[in-house]
């Protein structure tokens, strides 16, 4: 008994075979004699794999980064510095804070008036300078004091001591005050009690114009979020000269939210107390999206997300399972830069991960805070920061590693063989240009370092120099050389601007162009008969190709033009010929000599493609015959034959059963033949029915009742004789 499968499966005929040949016939005349080069598809599927993969990763990096990227981060960053930095009507500018007892007044109408409120029963009000702007919790100084004993050259150092109010030493006794808050608290340095995340992400220094100064150290007093109650603090520091001369640099943290973006800004506000007399400030504003979460995340980043978690795991299984089975491979640059991908990918991630934890729990705490409670927004701030940084450094090493994929392009392979051949020489050069620029800058510095911004430190003098090297002549201005003199100023203007400028420039170009050329001749020099990656794909996804070019109606069709096969076709090679002789007789304008060994070695080429191109002719020609034929005979099958494509002479009748159809008539022949043996008609019936039965037939039954007819046909003419002998025997 028949399983069940193989009772369902297909029977397949004459004209299924003839179909899958005439597939498999004109897939072999896309291929060609150099397309069976195993070693050449197997580094260009290779290729492929790595394409799809790096592509993937490419894109959906480019996608993040570009698509679901924010405009109005930057004008809200900018809103909010030109509002803190310039005067309005209810503020005071922080450009016009010059000394140190301005702070006060700034601290009053700009960060205590415009955020907040003397109503008790409502939250904070909306800044005055913009309605949709909020300020969270309260407003945090921070006080970095001078020791007083500090001289020299050396960093400044900042005293931790316990002080009293005025800063009297901590050893007095106090009488009880009647205030709202501890008054002891800014007269004590900050708590080493620091969190995890604040120990790795604030525990750096901020590099002013005069010092570094830490992020952990320090005085702090925090404001409170009414405004009547920040005035009393603000009012208790000024009686007990909180900010005085030994003040080194005081510290403005709070962080913005606005509600119609969606954006919180985390502010800092840097005022240093320079010894020569003034204060400068600067303003550092990271504007961040931090409400998104899994609850909140709308569905077309969700899918995002999604997609970029299934290309990392992609990327993963691409890059460990080889690593897995052959350890070695990890000795190969580009394997380092694969797994430098992936743990930048699943860093980026993490940081992601962890800000939203962050901040989820910092929104929490700022539901249940007290009123002198600053919530501290910089964490997750800096780990966008840092998850920014990581994810351009990842974008870089993907844009490099699909660098090395496009190799497969001639122009790719160009650059890369000229980095190659030319990078000795660049490197020389290069030492060359930044040893005159480090020069120029020593003289820059010297000479106008004291009276010009642009000069005031070596490396602000190289940023110059370098600007001005590449073109960009705005950011020199040539009266900044002239501190010494004019004609010093223009000596120095005119050397530089032609040493470095324009001589070691164009020859750092030059150097470039003429190894570029020489790649480029290697490459035509060492360049094989082979099919590009671009014949490898045509042939590799044809089926891929043609159903698009079905999807899209993009099939290639004939079209006659009003004229004929054989009048297209020799249309065509007429044209052919006479581009042919056009290009003859071009060259014989422009012929230039060529040197003997060059002709012998361009003609063994061209004779050597020529025998190519003629192999593959004749593959073609055979191809295209075999195509024909195989077209002919399914045509034939679809007209002559039944529905199975059976022609006549090739029924479902069994072979071995027609050869004994034709023993069982013969019996009946011969049971006839003894009972009418003067019909010798019924012979010739018989053999006349057989005869073309099995006429033109070639196979081996057919054969054997052929010989069986022919033996009865010879016997016809002697039964007949013997039929008109025995007739005229009875007669006489």
Known sequence: MAKPDEAQAKRHNRMDYLNLRLRSLRSQLMITERHRNEKLNLKYRTIVHELWVYGKVFLIHLFLNVALDRDDLYYNYKSIQTLITYNTTSTIGLSHVLFIHQLYPFIEHTLVNAFLSDDHHSLNANWVNSNSTKLLGVVRMRLLRNTGEQYGLNDPEFTEKEYSHGWSPSYFDEPYTDKSWSIYLPWLPMEDKHTFWEKIFLNIKQYGFFAAYPELKGYVVTLRDKKIDSIKVLTYLFQNNWLDGRTAAIFFDFTLYNVDADLFSVCSIRCENLPFGIIRSSMDINTVSMTMSAETVPWTIFIWFIAYVAVLLQLGVAVIVPLWFEPKRFKSFWVKVDVLILLLSMSVLIMKGVKSGITTKLLALLEVASTHDFIDFRVPARLNDWATIAMGCLICLVT???????????????????????????????????????????????????????????????????CFTFGFSSHVDPEDLFSGGELIGIVIYTIMAFTISILLVNVFVSILSNYFTAAKAVRDRQRKDEISFWEFLRVEYADAIRIVREIFLLQPSYKRRNRTVSENIKRKLDLQERANSSARLKRGYDYVATPRWKSVIESEEHEHKQQALHRDRISRTYTIAAILQTQLEIAERSIFGDKDGNLRSESDEDEGQIYDSLLSELTILKEKWTIHRRRPYVLSEFTAKWDGSVYASIDLPYKRIRQEVDRHHLAQPILQQWKLDVESAALK
């Not at 063989?417 to 020389?428: G, H, K, P, Q, V």
């Not at 005159?436 to 010297?446: E, H, N, Q």
């Open 400 to 466: 490099l590693r699909l660098w090395k994929v496009m190799q497969f392009a001639s122009i790719f392979q160009i650059f890369t063989m000229t980095l190659s051949l030319a990078w000795s020489a660049l490197f020389s050069t290069a030492c060359v240009i930044c040893i005159l620029m480090m020069a120029f800058g020593i003289v820059m510095v010297c000479i106008n370092g004291n009276n010009r911004k642009n000069f005031r430190s070596l490396l602000h003098a190289l940023a110059t120099i370098m």
